[in-house]
């Protein structure tokens, strides 16, 4: 946000924050770990407001539950900046100093009163007008989300509504306020920071930039492509006009994880050539014309992976790779080696030191200083000590030189699929905490805790439609239906239905979840779909 | 005051400066004076239960925790009189001589620096009574055998406040009948229990041990001097917790986390303390 790809927080400092909002993110069980962290901000005396359809095992730590209907995220922030501003609670000298486009945002949210975003999202005007004010007022104070702001087709101005809050009161920038995406997997932000977007070179140097560009092509000793290229889901409507019919898919199990899921298969068996490079054999890897197997990359080769408060880490080999397993290092040394490229036989030293002549924000990291607990970046020379947080320019008179950090006017939008009479209860999925996205590595240890293949609905809707717990019943979405066991949860509001994604062997979830999805993310919209619960017919026999 | 200036007392004639804050505790470790602890750890609040670490304090009528006694300016600090190694030798022979403390490493050498012998208490034909007791093997992830259990509530405090905020485990039970126990004594799967494993991390006689542990010493395999220790960072979300991987024979045995980590603490979720298993999968 504002110029850099990464939560703006270190973990530490919201054990000092005053007040946390923790918006569609279920931590405790997403991120234990983090949770501890958010833990002692709370022992510390933080108050804390969770913004979540579902009453998660997060939201019951909170000072207070704002259940708003999904998809309603905009509307409910926009509601906050209005009462924020006419309260007149909003850092006018911060705004002043260190912003742009606060008029056309002020006068964006005015008609979002209290009373309209209490009738669009459910949550009570007084709710909403409590976290507003506390939020302004306080010292300290840091807003985190995760999928449940992502995963939606609007996910950008989501993530922009929230931020607008943050300009608003000056919640940035500074120690123990920030706003923090974390990442859902333990690399998501090192590979970004990596390069591996499609309009960056590594450390988020855009490839249209002549200069940057430049720069790469006389390290890397060869032309590269100015144009961006595609995103996951662009890639997939590429398949579709037969503009992409090769694909080599690295640690990813878009058989399994996307949403539309059969439309996904259906492209990926339409391509000419398919190769996979995974440590097992995915229902995507079974779809390929060629599987290179590759070691485990964090317990089995050496490297470095970055964290959600852009701390960059060691992942070092403890055991050897299986079989003919290698690491990914060695299969595209010899892939480039077979398609008339040496580069030798790095290590992963080697590597990381090349990139640290390309990366400013990480050159001042060499392996010696990773070794012990890492640093976090921008980390620009060998006598920095590394950022634990960003954006501190934000409070300097002259902005250390740079543009200000502009509000964005973004209005509320609906989840791209309707509720209907056919479709009349909305599905949202997420994480159980003892499992992680298709199951492929949570699958290989035994879990007492495990219950995964249900889905979550209220007891009045159970009881309108006749089913009881443990029932299996049909479950369908204007895309597919799939069959599986219902569990009865009072922490379920009515009209929602809640289901992880972590066992598509059992039940193929995402068969029903959409695939509308946010042009300049290129998310699909995982937390919203409309579907039907229906008694099986019973057996006769 | 300013809460930054040291704190200067003297330890064993020892003149010591300590950070302010410090425990007598962290002051002695600091002097390079070792002290026995085993209620005590770096990332717990301290309990005061187990006085294996007392010292005498000049001017105090009773021996004072080394693991809680913040440290003053001015105090006369004695760690090695014949009342404190006295004092130590006892609390170690009767834990031992309710408990097993075969596998609580961290004693042994003090056991025998301070001559503690717990079968002293023995007669002829009236054996010292330890708890005994079956293991309680209820799924694949860790066990409880409470014959080696002292009762040092570390696991109680890694459960609750310090760290995981589950409130699983409480003290059930008095005396000689008390034991850590989950609400109503319920099996683990069905209690509030999450399987973070912290409370195994803190442990510190084995009274909890991942089931991967007990079942290579039930087999006369552990053979913790053949391990090696790699630290990575967990496969899963995006935290980045740090993993200690113990490996014996080319193969994962157990996982913890460095306690003095800045992400984790020492601890983790079951995700990251159990969930390796896929790395020797298939």
Redesign the interface.
Same mark, same amino acid.
């Given at each position: 946000m504002f110029g850099a790809g990464g939560g703006t927080s270190a973990?530490?400092e919201i054990h000092e924050t005053d007040v946390i909002l923790l918006w569609g993110s279920n931590a405790r069980e997403?991120?234990?770990? $983090?949770f501890?962290h958010l833990?002692k901000g709370l022992?510390n005396g933080a108050r804390m407001f969770a913004v979540d359809p579902r009453l998660t095992s997060s939201a019951k $730590?909170a000072d207070a539950w704002l259940g708003l209907s999904v998809g309603t995220d905009v509307a409910l922030a926009n509601a906050v900046g209005r009462e924020i501003i006419r309260a007149g609670l909003a850092d006018e000298a911060f705004i002043a100093r260190a912003t742009t486009g606060y008029e056309a945002y002020a006068a964006n949210v005015e008609p979002c009163t209290l009373d309209w975003a209490a009738e669009v999202t459910g949550v009570p005007a007084a709710a909403i007008a409590d976290m507003a004010h506390a939020y302004a007022t306080a010292g300290k104070a840091q807003i985190l989300w995760t999928l449940g702001i992502t995963e939606h087709h609007n996910a950008v101005d989501n993530v922009v509504a929230l931020c607008n809050l943050a300009l608003l009161t000056g919640h940035v920038g500074r120690w123990g306020s920030g706003l923090v995406p974390?990442? /859902? #997997? !333990? !690399? *998501? #932000?090192g590979g970004g920071d990596m390069g591996a977007l499609p309009d960056r070179f590594p450390g988020f140097q855009p490839v249209d930039d002549p200069a940057a560009r430049a720069k790469f092509e006389a390290v890397y000793g060869a032309g590269l492509n100015p144009v961006p290229g595609k995103h996951l889901t662009e890639m997939f409507e590429a398949m579709e006009t037969g503009d992409l019919r090769a694909c080599y898919v690295i640690g990813e199990n878009p058989a399994d994880s996307d949403a539309a899921v059969e439309h996904a298969r259906g492209l990926l068996a339409g391509l000419e050539v398919l190769v996979v490079q995974d440590? $097992?054999m995915t229902r995507t890897a079974e779809m390929a014309d060629v599987v290179l197997p590759a070691a485990? @990359?964090?317990? +089995?080769t050496d490297g470095t992976?970055?964290?959600? +408060?852009r701390?960059v880490?060691? *992942?070092?080999? @403890? *055991?050897?790779p299986?079989g003919q397993a290698r690491s990914d290092i060695d299969i595209l040394g010899d892939l480039a080696r077979r398609l008339g490229a040496d580069w030798g036989h790095p290590s992963a030293e080697d590597l990381w030191d090349e990139l640290r002549s390309l990366s400013p924000i990480h050159a001042g990291m060499p392996w010696d200083r990773l070794e012990d /607990? /890492?640093l976090q970046w921008p980390c620009p020379s060998e006598d920095h000590p590394g950022s634990p947080f960003l954006h501190g320019w934000l409070w300097a008179d002259d902005l250390e030189g740079r543009d200000p950090a502009p509000f964005s006017a973004v209005q509320q939008q609906w989840p791209a699929e309707e509720l209907t009479e056919e479709f009349p209860l909305r599905l949202t999925t997420g994480r159980a905490?003892?499992?992680?996205n298709t199951g492929? #590595?949570? /699958?290989?240890?035994?879990?007492?805790?495990r219950y995964g293949h249900a889905i979550d609905v209220n007891p009045g809707d159970a009881g309108a439609l006749g089913v009881a717990d443990g029932e299996r019943v049909l479950v369908s979405s204007p895309r597919g239906s799939v069959e599986m066991e219902v569990r009865v949860q009072p922490d379920i509001p009515a009209g929602l239905a809640f289901t992880t994604f972590h066992f598509p062997e059992l039940v193929d979830i995402n068969v029903l979840t959409n695939d509308a999805w946010d042009p300049r993310s290129g998310t699909s919209e995982f937390k919203a779909a409309s579907i039907r619960i229906s008694k099986l017919e019973p057996a006769y026999g | 005051m300013d809460g930054s200036t040291p704190v200067r007392l003297t330890i064993d004639g020892q003149e010591v400066e300590a950070p302010a804050g410090s425990t007598i505790h962290a002051a002695c470790e600091g002097a390079g004076i070792s002290t026995p602890t085993l209620c005590w750890a770096e990332n717990l609040t301290p309990v005061n239960v187990c006085r294996v670490c007392v010292v005498e304090l000049e001017g105090s009528r009773a021996l004072v925790p080394a693991c809680s006694r913040p440290a003053e300016d001015g105090m006369e600090v004695r760690t090695d009189t014949e009342r404190v190694r006295h004092s130590r030798r006892m609390v170690l022979e009767f834990l031992g001589s309710g408990v097993d403390l075969s596998q609580a490493e961290s004693l042994h050498a003090w056991m025998e620096h301070y001559g503690a012998d717990p079968d002293r208490y023995a007669d002829e034909g009236h054996p010292v009574e330890r708890i005994s007791e079956p293991v309680k093997v209820?799924?694949? &992830?860790y066990v409880r055998d409470y014959e080696k259990c002292v009762l040092c509530y570390k696991c109680v405090e890694a459960c609750g406040?310090d760290?995981?905020?589950t409130y699983a485990i409480a003290v059930a039970g008095r005396g000689f009948d008390a034991r850590i126990s989950t609400e109503f004594d319920v099996a &683990?799967?069905e209690s509030a %229990?999450?399987? %973070?494993g912290n409370c195994v991390g803190v442990c510190p006689t084995g009274a909890l041990q991942f089931k991967t542990e007990f079942d290579l010493r039930q087999a006369d395999q552990w053979r913790p001097e053949e391990q090696?220790v =790699?630290? =990575?960072? %967990?496969?899963?979300?995006?935290?980045? %917790?740090?993993l200690d &991987?113990h490996?014996q024979d080319?193969?994962?045995v157990k996982v913890t986390s460095p306690s003095d980590?800045?992400? =984790?603490?020492g601890? &983790?979720?079951?995700?990251?303390r159990?969930?390796?298993?896929?790395?020797?999968?298939?």
């Open positions: 973990y530490e997403a991120h234990p770990i $983090f501890h833990m022992d $730590f974390l990442r /859902g #997997q !333990n !690399n *998501v #932000q440590i $097992f485990v @990359a964090w317990a +089995e992976v970055t964290s959600s +408060e701390r880490q060691r *992942v070092r080999a @403890a *055991v050897p299986p /607990g /890492g905490l003892d499992s992680y492929v #590595q949570s /699958g290989g240890y035994d879990s007492p805790i | 209820q799924d694949e &992830l406040d760290a995981q905020h &683990l799967p %229990c999450v399987y %973070c090696t =790699t630290r =990575t960072v %967990c496969s899963y979300c995006g935290v980045g %917790c740090n &991987l490996v080319e193969r994962i980590h800045s992400v =984790t603490s601890h &983790l979720c079951i995700k990251g159990f969930g390796w298993e896929y790395v020797h999968g298939e």
